[in-house]
């Protein structure tokens, strides 16, 4: 069977949830027996995400094989399970890199280089590109109809329809319908206005997806279908939900998944929801709670800690427990012994920079200390080394060479690495986009070690990014006082992980574990950290 294309546009304002959305239609079609994949088209100029604030767009996600990309592909793994990879996301910036690097080789034979076609045409290759086995490929349009960045992307797919046919291509388009107290009532005109929005520039949506904190009436689904041109039918009411979990069982009640079967004339399929419903009822009926602090910098926009705000979600539903997070601003907050006497456990996040660095500092002395279970990711790993040498060790100058010149690198710069590809090369002076340690890389654990208890084997393979390491000429000092270290990549030059010998439960490593956990398949150490969590809450302070 040829593969089916479904577009997810937004209009009316932005965050709305199109890669929720799109990560919940493919699980109801996973549901029915169907493939699917997913890909993200962002309008930015940015090659991709690396280089950006997380206050621009949230956390960067990072696939197995090192593409940094748009946190919507957490989305996806983490409802459909498709890993994403490389030819699932890309950014404008990308597109017209692609094709000036063809105009500087000549491959337009003189040509004029123009939006239209050299552009939408490089747009649609990557469209249909690598969908062989696919019964569904669903692409969301990144930004809001109306923005100019968008229209080569809207013009591209829509010359798609007429390249694939109607029979192949479905427009989805996720509008806004907001309740006025004053007026008592839903309001449709900023969706009817979206919808014509997107008529200008040739498209015509099949069916509208509308956020709504309460369902539409009846009159009102019809006044959209007469003036959006579509069926009463295929306008599908998306509901605030108390979990993320739960919206596709809302979807699949307001019909979203049937009407799109019936739009490309499949058959009804029998739906098993059961998982679905099965951690929904997890989390909404948890009857104890764990307080779990992220103690970071970008604690403003929850979205730069995405993943792994779910990864700990998925750690609690492993053992039926809540899991409330406490975001702890590391630049910030003055009196952080008080704010973390209050939590069960800690997460140190990762990040970059020197800025909030003191106060991720004394968050990792106080969880040594007082013996609160902590897990250190990347960047919280590369600190508690420093944390040691400065306090355990008396190295008061210990630094990272990310911050600047020191006599005491316990922290530098990687200039070498193996991958699939060979040696990679990195120098200081060098680019920062895209040149980082990035995707899935092997390492082993030490036996009897904790990290290895807390996943059962003995070889993982986790995700990183970053372009610092830990130095192991620190490595005997430092295990002299207890800080052991626990995995190192195969060739046993990377350091990957340690952890407090005589601590109940501190662990800390240089990947990223919250990328790899998924509601169906909770990552261990997020599971470790909530139970250690569960029995600190239970002792006697």
Known sequence: MSSRFIFITGGVTSSLGKGLASASLAALLQARGFSVLLRKLDPYLNVDPGTMSPYQHGEVFVTDDGTEADLDLGHYERFSGVEGKSSDY??????????????????????????????????????????????????????????????????????LRNDLGRDRVMFVHLTL?????????????????????????????????????????????????????????????ALDASNIYRVPMQYHAEGFDEQVCRYFGFKDRPVDLTKWKAISHSLDQAKE????????????????????????????????????????????????????????????????????????????????????????ICFGMQLTVIEACRNLLGIETASSTEFGPTNEPAVGL?????????????????????????????????????????????????????????????????????????GFSPDGTLPETLEYKDHPWFIGVQFHPELKSRPFAPHPLFVGLVNAAYEYQKKPK
Not at 193 to 220: F, M, T, Y
Not at 295 to 317: E, F, N, R, T, W
Not at 427 to 442: E, F, I, K, N, S
């Open 414 to 486: 990687m200039t070498e690495w193996m991958d699939e590809q060979g040696i990679q090369k990195r120098c200081a002076g060098g680019d920062l986009g895209g040149t980082m340690r990035l995707g899935a890389y092997p390492c082993e654990l030490k036996a009897d070690s904790l990290i290895a208890k807390t996943y059962g084997v003995s070889t993982i393979s986790e995700r990183h990014r970053h372009r610092y390491e830990v130095n192991t000429a620190y490595k005997d000092r430092l295990e002299s006082v207890g800080l052991t270290f626990s």
């Open 177 to 237: 319908l907001p309740y006025i107290p004053t007026a008592g009532e839903l309001k449709t005109k900023p969706t009817q206005h979206s919808v014509k929005a997107l008529l200008s520039v040739g498209i015509q949506a099949d069916l509208l997806l509308c956020r709504c904190d309460r369902p539409i009436p009846v009159e009102e689904k019809r006044k959209l279908a007469q003036f959006c041109n579509v069926s009463s039918d295929h306008v599908i009411a």
């Open 289 to 376: 709670a764990v307080r779990v602090a992220i103690v970071g910098k970008y604690v403003q926009l929850p979205d730069a800690y995405k993943s792994l705000i779910q990864a700990l979600a998925h750690g609690g539903m492993a053992s039926h427990l809540k899991v409330e997070i406490v975001l702890v601003d590391s630049e910030k907050d003055k009196d952080l012994e008080e704010t973390l006497s209050t939590v069960d456990a800690i997460v140190v996040a990762g990040g970059f920079g020197e800025r909030g660095v003191t106060g991720k500092l004394d968050t990792i002395k106080i969880a040594r200390t007082k013996k609160i279970p902590t897990l250190g």
């Open 90 to 159: 890309v950014t404008t910036g990308k597109i017209y890199s692609t094709v000036l690097s063809k105009e500087r080789r000549g491959d337009y034979l003189g040509a004029t280089v123009q939006v239209i076609p050299h552009i939408t045409d490089e747009m649609k290759r990557f469209i249909l590109s690598n969908t062989e086995g696919a019964d569904f490929v669903l692409c969301e349009i990144g930004g809001t109809v109306g923005d100019i960045e968008c229209l080569p992307y809207l013009e591209a797919i829509r010359q």
